[in-house]
T-cell receptor, first 115, second 110 residues
Framework: DTAVSQTPKYLVTQMGNDKSIKCEQN?????MYWYKQDSKKFLKIMFS???????INETVPNRFSPKSPDKAHLNLHINSLELGDSAVYFC??????????????FGAGSRLTVL | KNEVEQSPQNLTAQEGEFITINCSYS?????LHWLQQHPGGGIVSLFM???GKKKHGRLIATINIQEKHSSLHITASHPRDSAVYIC????????????FGTGTRLTIIP
């Protein structure tokens, strides 16, 4: 199946721990994103990579570090987890605009709960 | 004030009704997206618009760039259309760095 795949789907951890969420897309898209959906269901951009290069870095604490080993993968590593990091994290990918296609594609989300 | 405002926040309608969800934005944009988030949490991109109108099945999306306004219409609504519909705008031309509205929760009653 062509898709954006995120793992894990659920993650429960203690405050202060370090955790990673992985994302892979097999759509051949150039650009990948991390979005955060908070407890009020509001979505916000965190990061975007284009062909492994960081192009968007919103006001996100330094504890969050994205890593893109190749254009098909964008992983999110979070250090020293805090209660406020509890949220659903969505990975997404998109092709270049010049392709004319509307194919912003989201992963299923990773629900992070920090205790 | 959010740069992207949606109305209504909640909408309940009977099956078969014509549905309209509105989105207004306050910044210059390169494109506007309509997204659907199902009760299970998954997000699907419905439309990306930079002008005019697009149609896909029973869904129609329109945008008026001068008025900074977009509408999403659903004809012959069905209970499976029940979801949260989210408007989002992209300011950049090179990527989908989206600014999101707060969503409209639509419930279609059989």
């Amino acid at each position: 199946d062509t898709a954006v795949s995120q793992t894990p789907k659920y993650l429960v951890t203690q405050m202060g721990n370090d955790k990673s969420i992985k994302c892979e897309q097999n759509l051949g898209h150039d650009t990948m994103y991390w979005y955060k959906q908070d407890s009020k269901k509001f979505l916000k951009i965190m990061f975007s990579y284009n062909n492994k290069e960081l192009i968007i870095n919103e006001t996100v604490p330094n504890r969050f570090s994205p890593k893109s080993p190749d254009k098909a993968h964008l992983n999110l590593h979070i250090n020293s987890l805090e209660l406020g990091d509890s949220a659903v994290y969505f990975c997404a990918s998109s092709p270049p605009r010049r392709s004319g296609a509307n194919v912003l594609t989201f992963g299923a989300g990773s629900r992070l709960t920090v205790l | 004030k959010n740069e992207v405002e949606q109305s209504p926040q909640n909408l309940t309608a009977q099956e078969g009704e014509f549905i309209t969800i509105n989105c207004s934005y306050s910044v210059g944009i390169s494109a506007l997206h309509w997204l659907q988030q199902h009760p299970g949490g998954g997000i699907v991109s419905l439309f990306m618009l930079s002008s005019g109108k697009k149609k896909h099945g029973r869904l129609i999306a329109t945008i008026n760039i001068q008025e900074k306004h977009s509408s999403l219409h659903i004809t012959a609504s069905h209970p499976r259309d029940s979801a949260v519909y989210i408007c989002a705008v992209s300011i950049n031309f090179g990527n989908e760095k989206l600014t999101f509205g707060t969503g409209t929760r639509l419930t279609i009653i059989p």
